[in-house]
């Protein structure tokens, strides 16, 4: 379970989540007073409309599926979604289980990540409208046919993209985008090193540094031969079983130089094996610490390589520098107009089926994103 825990994409909405709290309770499409970082738009509701949320009524306990009623009016900025599609992050069972950083009190619908069709939007949103196929984040109530978010956290999607890719798509990609680009200054023709990369986040690292960075070898490290298969699959060059097989030697056999930029969101023994790795002036990303061990990091590593060990911490961008955090979505969503890179899930559940998907995930048996669809 220390590996749900710590697994990166559940990181990026805490800044957001703890400016919101801070600040009250916010409305939730639950008709209850809950904590949101986003509530996405409506404009008035003429007639009662019903829909479907899974809620979470105490902590450890699986979610139940309520029916609720639509009645909110829309403040300042909001937008009003029928959801299609929600994606599973890790986020969302730490909230499940008490264990997030900011407690939500139950009861509450989880979920962080979705995508659907705008309903309505709130009189002074002047740049979506509704009809529009949206992606967007919020801190809760995802896991739900309806849901109210801030404006500032809805992208529009294009007609090609599925609402199932685009639930699987926002998270993943901005963070290993602004990882690889920003953070890492990633260049054509350069080794590139993925941990845990047949998790949403690496497979996604490993799409972009394949087809859009050009990297010349793409090396992604992940537990098992299917996992390997499948990375290779989506543009590794080649795969690490770092279950039977050493990290460092194999890389140097495949790169003798070493790796010049390392995606590491496993940490622990991994971590130390990756610097271990690393090319003359490489750079090592801090992604996430899915193995549940923070490493110490041995300076005199850096020193004598003149490498860089560099955190990515990409929801906190949204707060610190908005311009940066709407540029890395902007970016990954050209790229994917472009035909570059394609979004991977590896199973859908039905909201009904819900808990099994949660099992499914704590059983190990997911690759890439899992996903929730409403119809």
Same mark, same amino acid.
């Given at each position: 379970?220390?590996?749900?825990?710590?697994?990166?994409?559940?990181?990026?909405?805490?800044?957001?989540?703890?400016?919101?709290?801070?600040?009250?309770?916010?409305?939730?499409?639950?008709?209850?007073? &809950?904590?949101?970082?986003?509530?996405?738009? *409506?404009?008035?509701?003429?007639?009662?409309?019903?829909?479907?949320?899974?809620?979470?009524?105490?902590?450890?306990? $699986?979610?139940? !599926?309520?029916?609720?009623?639509?009645?909110?009016?829309?403040?300042?900025?909001?937008?009003?979604?029928?959801?299609?599609? &929600?994606?599973?992050?890790?986020?969302?069972?730490?909230?499940?289980?008490?264990?997030?950083?900011?407690?939500? *009190? $139950?009861?509450?619908?989880?979920?962080?990540?979705?995508?659907?069709? !705008?309903?309505?939007?709130?009189?002074?949103?002047?740049?979506?409208? $509704?009809?529009?196929?949206?992606?967007?984040?919020?801190?809760?109530?995802?896991?739900?046919?309806?849901?109210?978010?801030?404006?500032?956290?809805? +992208?529009?999607? *294009?007609?090609?993209?599925?609402?199932?890719?685009?639930?699987?798509?926002?998270?993943?990609?901005?963070?290993?985008?602004?990882?690889?680009?920003?953070?890492?200054?990633?260049?054509?023709?350069?080794?590139?090193?993925?941990?845990?990369?047949?998790?949403?986040?690496?497979?996604?690292?490993?799409?972009?540094? &394949?087809?859009?960075?050009?990297?010349?070898?793409? !090396?992604?490290?992940?537990?098992?031969?299917?996992?390997?298969?499948?990375?290779?699959?989506?543009?590794?060059?080649?795969?690490?079983?770092?279950?039977?097989?050493?990290?460092?030697?194999?890389?140097?056999?495949?790169?003798?130089?070493?790796?010049?930029?390392?995606?590491?969101?496993?940490?622990?023994?991994?971590?130390?094996?990756?610097?271990? &790795?690393?090319? +003359?002036?490489?750079?090592?990303?801090?992604?996430?610490?899915?193995?549940?061990?923070? *490493?110490?990091?041995?300076?005199?590593?850096?020193?004598?390589?003149?490498?860089?060990?560099?955190?990515?911490?990409?929801?906190?961008?949204?707060?610190?520098?908005?311009?940066?955090?709407? +540029?890395?979505?902007?970016?990954?969503?050209?790229?994917?107009?472009?035909?570059?890179?394609?979004?991977?899930?590896?199973?859908?559940?039905?909201?009904?089926? !819900?808990?099994?998907?949660?099992?499914?995930?704590?059983?190990?048996?997911?690759?890439?994103?899992?996903?929730?669809?409403?119809?």
């Amino acid at each position: 379970m220390s590996s749900l825990i710590r697994c990166p994409p559940e990181r990026i909405l805490r800044p957001l989540m703890k400016s919101y709290l801070a600040g009250g309770a916010v409305k939730n499409t639950h008709g209850s007073s &809950s904590h949101g970082f986003a509530n996405l738009i *409506p404009n008035r509701v003429s007639s009662k409309r019903f829909y479907r949320a899974a809620v979470c009524t105490e902590f450890g306990k $699986p979610l139940e !599926i309520e029916k609720r009623e639509s009645e909110e009016e829309l403040s300042s900025g909001e937008v009003r979604v029928q959801v299609s599609a &929600s994606g599973i992050n890790f986020g969302d069972l730490l909230m499940m289980l008490g264990q997030y950083q900011v407690k939500v *009190p $139950p009861p509450f619908t989880p979920g962080s990540e979705f995508a659907g069709t !705008i309903l309505e939007v709130a009189e002074d949103v002047e740049n979506l409208k $509704p009809g529009m196929r949206v992606a967007g984040s919020v801190t809760t109530g995802a896991f739900s046919e309806e849901v109210i978010g801030n404006s500032a956290m809805l +992208w529009q999607i *294009p007609e090609s993209m599925t609402f199932e890719e685009a639930a699987s798509f926002i998270v993943a990609y901005g963070t290993a985008f602004m990882g690889l680009k920003r953070r890492a200054n990633i260049q054509a023709g350069e080794t590139v090193l993925v941990t845990a990369a047949a998790g949403a986040t690496g497979l996604a690292a490993v799409d972009l540094a &394949s087809h859009v960075f050009e990297s010349s070898t793409v !090396i992604g490290a992940c537990g098992s031969e299917e996992k390997c298969e499948l990375i290779k699959q989506r543009g590794a060059h080649h795969a690490i079983n770092y279950t039977n097989e050493e990290v460092k030697s194999s890389v140097m056999d495949i790169s003798p130089h070493g790796a010049d930029v390392i995606f590491d969101a496993v940490g622990g023994k991994i971590f130390k094996e990756c610097l271990r &790795s690393i090319a +003359w002036e490489g750079r090592l990303l801090v992604v996430g610490f899915a193995s549940g061990e923070i *490493p110490k990091i041995p300076a005199n590593h850096l020193l004598v390589k003149n490498a860089s060990a560099v955190g990515l911490y990409w929801g906190a961008y949204a707060m610190q520098d908005r311009h940066t955090f709407d +540029w890395s979505i902007q970016e990954c969503m050209r790229h994917y107009k472009a035909g570059k890179i394609n979004p991977y899930y590896s199973a859908t559940f039905s909201l009904d089926r !819900i808990n099994d998907a949660f099992q499914f995930i704590k059983d190990r048996k997911s690759t890439g994103k899992v996903v929730i669809t409403m119809r």
